[in-house]
């Protein structure tokens, strides 16, 4: 996707140096900054709170530590572990999202703490900097990026290195640091003489590597420095394999590594606010309707294993690794800028949906830890990171999250003519540049409504705009005690244009009801909601789970609110079922993202009576036939469960394992892995091997008996869509005498073995 040369030069005859450069693109509303938005007492500002605790807690040396050793300057400081350990391949990635949210909550409050300690890794930085002496600055040798450049094997180290940058950024633009933006800038001078010459076909083959949002930090550093240089820089990192059929309107996202994509489109919309290419806005623009109204779940997040699955059978794509938190993190971001090109109704819903089911959801409300999935598959339950030892990609967008909680809340227009209440957040809005403060009291979503009060140096002329959601039919807006004329127009805002006044008073009403929302491709998998409020069962253990047996119409008609709790609800008599049971089975509804201990239900499967009757047949049928296989089994293994398969040895090289739906495999790439299993010496027997019937690919691979060539076995959609048993008559010389073999799963080079999601040995 290239950027004309008018363009490019539209934007320099514009950004004259020594001056932030403005937008060139229209933009329509403009965010507040930190320092204009101020939390006022609910979860938002409870999240932020426990955020601000833990950000303090992080010792300065400590982050520090492998920057300095890369770069030759003594450090004692205890190492922290997990993704910021001294091996990690991305170590130094959390620290850029330390200086990040440090910075906002600089901006927001001036917090001394986070500003002297933020301040000293800018300088520590800049000392690892100094002694490299390139302008190179990262917690890993460069010889990471050279194997980058040459394809080969590497983490992500663009990834890293774009927090690294944003953050030293973030600290310029919202804490005021000068040191920062040197810092920031001389690394940049040293990504551009590295790139200089690097040929456009090469430097696209090294961009399937995950970069992150490198070109975002980029055109950002173009924007407040104004050196064209820092905006050619930004648009070679564009990953045209992604932009170009995004701008053509294909969604070719299927199987993609999901969070490598959404920050590329971030910068692409930053790049077209700040070059105008029209390509770049209908890329972002395309890239967000595909991924928020076709791939995402009810919580707002999306990812199954953190790629992205056929959006035709999402309704399947239920791992325990749903909803990767990075993901959501990034599309905020991204909807707010598409908010800024044109305000509407349906970004702010997505907004509310986001943060309210699963960045609120991430965060343990005691601890303030985070999480990397927020699992939706029945029976899972929320994980959460250790302070010092895991620093896991979420755990440094975590920290960012409950800073920047008070982005959506407020807009204004770029004329400064009217304000957007885009969210229902207690907090007080900061206008000063119309002589107007605003104080929105609110306990929503535990009350169904919001208050507004304004204060103004002045009697003001202006446009206030407030939000009616697509959930609320009921929506309704009182001007000091009297029902408003305030229909919404075509962008979902109701609009109130007078010349207000102190004292003047706004009550918004948002009277909310229990619904459902199913998957485009099952509408019998469904989710309940309460609002905007997704709510959820508890599981006492992974399993069985109960089903909704009424009729479609029933659905939400079978439920009470319990007296004296908020947003929850109990079921009615007869509208659950547990699988093999008539008893009926009791149920709560609670709100989501206040569940942190339990097993968790969130998606609900829905049968008619004579559904329910054909599916507790099958089941019946299949308890028989399991506990006929059980009488014949000698031994099994459970692949994926990591007991088991240490009980069976498990031994291997390049083996991996994972979630599909309930059931867990493992399967092995250009190398094998192997079990020990009982037999019987004198009895014929089989090997039965579980599969599932879509796996494509190289998927060749040799089956071997004590290191005896067994079978050949290939995958390639052998039975669609549903799981087989394959079984393979063991020879009576590859267990005469044994009490125990060893079976090994081998793949050729370029070739997979698996995955294999059973393994038995039955007696024949």
């Known amino acids: 996707m290239m950027i004309s040369m008018a363009i490019l030069a539209a934007v320099a005859a514009l950004a004259p140096a020594g001056a932030d450069v403005k937008p060139v693109a229209p933009l329509e509303a403009l965010p507040f900054g930190p320092a204009r938005v101020k939390l006022l007492a609910g979860p938002f500002q409870h999240a932020r709170e426990l955020d601000r605790k833990y950000l303090r807690s992080l010792s300065p040396d400590q982050l520090l530590h492998t920057f300095r050793l890369n770069a030759g300057v003594a450090s004692s400081a205890k190492p922290l572990g997990g993704w910021e350990a001294p091996e990690s391949e991305v170590r130094g990635h959390f620290v850029g999202h330390y200086l990040s949210a440090c910075a906002l909550l600089i901006a927001a409050d001036g917090d001394p703490v986070l500003r002297r300690n933020a301040n000293a890794v800018v300088a520590g930085m800049a000392q690892c900097q100094e002694r490299m002496g390139t302008g190179y600055l990262s917690a890993f040798p460069d010889s990471f990026i050279d194997r980058v450049d040459n394809r080969q094997p590497v983490w992500a180290p663009w990834y890293t290195l774009h927090k690294v940058l944003a953050g030293l950024i973030d600290m310029h633009r919202l804490a005021g640091s000068g040191e920062a933006l040197g810092v920031a800038t001389r690394f940049a001078d040293w990504i551009d003489r590295r790139y200089a010459a690097m040929p456009d076909e ?74 105008g290419d029209p390509k770049l806005r209908k890329a972002a623009a395309f890239f967000w309707n595909s991924v928020a109204n076709e791939r995402s779940y009810v919580i707002g997040g999306h990812s199954d294993g953190e790629m992205f699955t056929p959006k035709e059978r999402l309704s399947q794509a239920l791992g325990a690794n749903t909803t990767e938190t990075c993901n959501t993190y990034n599309m905020l971001k991204l909807t707010g800028r598409l908010f800024g090109w044109q305000p509407s109704a349906a970004l702010g819903d997505f907004t509310e949906r986001a943060l309210f089911n699963h960045i609120l959801a991430s965060q343990n409300p005691e601890t303030g830890m985070m999480c990397y999935y927020v699992p939706l598959r029945s029976g899972s339950r929320k994980v959460f990171n250790e302070p010092l030892d895991s620093f896991w990609c979420c755990t440094g967008t975590g920290v960012e999250n409950h800073v920047r909680n008070h982005e959506g809340i407020y807009y204004q227009s770029s004329a400064h ?159 659950f079922r547990m699988p093999g049971s008539d008893a009926p089975v009791a149920i709560t509804l609670a709100p989501f993202f206040r569940e942190y201990k339990a097993r968790t239900i969130v998606y609900w499967d829905r049968f008619t009576g004579e559904q329910w009757r054909e599916r507790a047949a099958a089941y019946r049928a299949e308890q028989e036939r399991t506990r006929a296989l059980e009488a014949r089994t000698v031994d099994a293994v459970r692949p994926g469960e990591e007991q088991n398969e240490r009980d069976h040895r498990l031994v291997g090289v390049n083996h991996n394992s994972g979630d599909f739906g309930d059931r867990k495999w493992r399967d092995a790439r250009d190398g094998w892995f192997s079990y020990d299993l009982k037999v019987l010496p004198d009895v014929p027997q089989d090997l039965v091997c579980t599969y599932w019937g879509s796996d494509v690919g190289p998927r060749t691979f040799d089956i071997l008996i004590d290191g005896k060539p067994l079978v050949t076995q290939t995958l390639n959609r052998n039975r669609p869509d549903v799981f087989f048993d394959e079984t393979y008559p063991l020879p009576a010389q590859m267990v005469a005498g044994k009490g125990r073999v060893t079976v090994r799963f081998q793949a050729g080079p370029g070739r997979m073995a698996g995955g294999l999601f059973g393994l038995r040995i039955l007696k024949r």
């Open 417 to 575: 003519d009217a304000l957007y209440v885009n969210l229902f957040i207690a907090s007080e809005l900061d206008w000063r540049d119309r002589g107007v403060t605003l104080t929105q009291t609110t306990r929503f979503p535990d009350e169904p409504g919001s208050a507004i009060t304004l204060r103004c140096t002045k009697p003001t002329a202006f446009t206030l705009r407030i939000r009616r959601p697509a959930w609320c039919p009921g929506f309704a807006v009182k001007l000091n005690g009297r029902t408003a004329a305030a229909a919404p127009g075509p962008d979902g805002y109701a609009a109130l244009r007078r010349t207000w006044k102190s004292g003047d008073t706004v009550q918004v009403w948002l009277p909310m009801a229990l619904r459902t929302e199913a998957f485009r491709d099952n509408p019998n998998r469904l989710a309940f909601l309460y609002g905007p409020i997704v709510l959820c069962g508890t599981a006492q253990a992974e399993g069985l789970y109960p089903a909704i047996v009424t009729p479609p119409a029933e659905t939400v008609r079978r439920w009470k609110p319990v007296p004296g709790k908020a947003l929850t609800f109990a079921s009615a008599p007869g509208a």
């Open 202 to 275: 090469r430097m696209q083959a090294m961009l399937g590597n995950e970069h992150g949002g490198i070109c975002e930090a980029l055109i950002e550093l173009y924007a407040v420095t104004s050196e064209a240089r820092y905006r050619a820089l930004a648009l070679r990192f564009n990953h045209d394999a992604l932009l170009d059929p995004a701008a053509d309107g294909r969604d070719t996202l299927t199987g993609l590594h999901a969070n490598t994509q959404v920050p590329k489109f971030i910068g692409a919309a930053r790049e077209y606010e700040l070059t």
